[in-house]
């Protein structure tokens, strides 16, 4: 984390008795702010704050009187809180800034910390997909340039494949071995992620056949790299993102198919994200709004009753809410899953089964549940 960086984006920003702002690091430091002499002091109350904090999206509100106080909101590099920016005054002013400033500082971060990686790559290859993957500011225009400089085409369908392994490898030879797949195509991209896990866009092609038929294609496209995989004697999983066709949207795409591997953790070999939509537009929502529907269910019954709510619901959603399967996947009998239900209608007077509302209750409580217990 560059100090210098927040230093100069706030000895830009208007000092005034109205509105007073401070950044402060994970160690309750003041690292800049306003007011000089404020620097390098030790910020009590966003320590303690830092300390508490479980949802990088949650603000703190500390007030004072007539309306005065200070907003606590995280800022967040990588996805992870790198500081804390502390905003004072009256509390209506203070949240209007609050978003603008907080959003102006972690883009002005993310494009600062793209462009030192962005140094060490000098091919145009490994450029084309650092931007491809990673630079949430780069031009649509410049991505089609640097596809068309490397003989890719810019408008047709891929969808990408983030390849996970159990043992730590350099895949690099691998990748460019990818190419003795017979169903190899010059316009897939294969390459190592950051993180040196193997990454394809899969050329599909042009026009509406391709949206019929492109898990067959993927699947059949699949079984190589699972045969020479499992040959080298690695364990793995293969998660696939969206279909795209513009260049632009490559990076979502990644971002998609990154996150059945770090937050869906799924159980197959290969999944797919558009058996997971809902769950992601769901992940999408802040813990914050999750708590303020069900924190009155969660602080008032009992852990081991929660628990076992919610193994039984996930493995129900999980399976469409058959019973036998989900049976089978808890390792216990059909009747003793439908006992272990009839105990959670009673307990609290729903039926999921039959009433599709208190299902959706239901089915969204676990997930909250997911979020909390570890």
């Known amino acids: 984390m560059d100090i210098r960086f927040f230093q100069d984006f706030l000895s830009n920003f208007p000092e005034s008795e109205a509105l007073r702002a401070q950044i402060i690091d994970s160690n309750g430091f003041v690292i800049a702010g306003c007011s000089i002499n404020s620097v390098g002091t030790f910020h009590e109350a966003a320590y303690h704050i830092l300390r508490r904090m479980t949802d990088p999206d949650e603000d703190f509100w ?15 590099q990588n996805r992870q809180t790198a500081a804390l920016l502390a905003l004072s005054g009256e509390e209506q002013t203070v949240r209007i800034y609050a978003r603008a400033v907080k959003s102006a500082i972690e883009s002005m971060l993310g494009q600062e910390v793209n462009a030192v990686r962005l140094q060490k790559y ?17 031009l649509r225009s410049e991505l089609e340039a640097r596809a068309a400089s490397l003989g890719y085409l810019h408008d047709c369908m891929r969808i990408p494949v983030f390849i996970t392994t159990e043992q730590v490898g350099d895949f690099s030879a691998l990748v460019q071995q990818g190419k003795a797949n017979p169903l190899y195509n010059p316009q897939d991209i294969m390459a190592l992620s ?56 490559y990076r979502l795409a990644y971002d998609h198919a990154v996150w059945l591997h770090n937050t869906a953790r799924c159980r197959d070999t290969v999944n797919w994200f558009y058996d997971y939509t809902e769950a992601y537009l769901k992940s999408s929502i802040p813990l914050m709004e999750y708590r303020g529907i069900f924190n009155a269910f969660s602080e008032n019954l009992p852990t081991d009753f929660l628990e076992s709510y919610k193994e039984l619901f996930d493995s129900l959603m999980q399976y469409d809410f058959n ?9 216990i009998h059909k009747n003793t899953l439908s006992f272990r239900l009839g105990k959670i209608k009673e307990r609290l007077n729903i039926n999921p089964m039959q009433n599709f509302k208190q299902k959706e209750f239901a089915s969204n409580f676990c997930l909250y549940l997911k979020m909390i217990l570890s």
């Open 62 to 76: 500390e007030g004072g009187q007539e309306e005065q106080g200070t907003l606590y909101t995280p800022l967040l």
């Open 122 to 138: 000098s091919s145009k290859f490994d450029l084309f997909v650092q931007k491809l993957f990673y630079d949430p500011q780069v």
């Open 194 to 249: 950051r993180s040196g896990n193997i990454t394809l866009f899969i050329y599909l092609g042009y026009g509406e056949e391709v949206l019929r038929t492109f898990r067959e294609s993927v699947t059949d496209y699949l079984r190589w790299w699972q045969d020479t995989l499992s040959e080298m004697g690695f364990q793995y999983q293969m998660q696939v993102g969206t279909i795209q066709s513009n260049l632009s949207y």
């Open 323 to 331: 019973f036998q399967l989900a049976s089978k996947q808890m390792f």
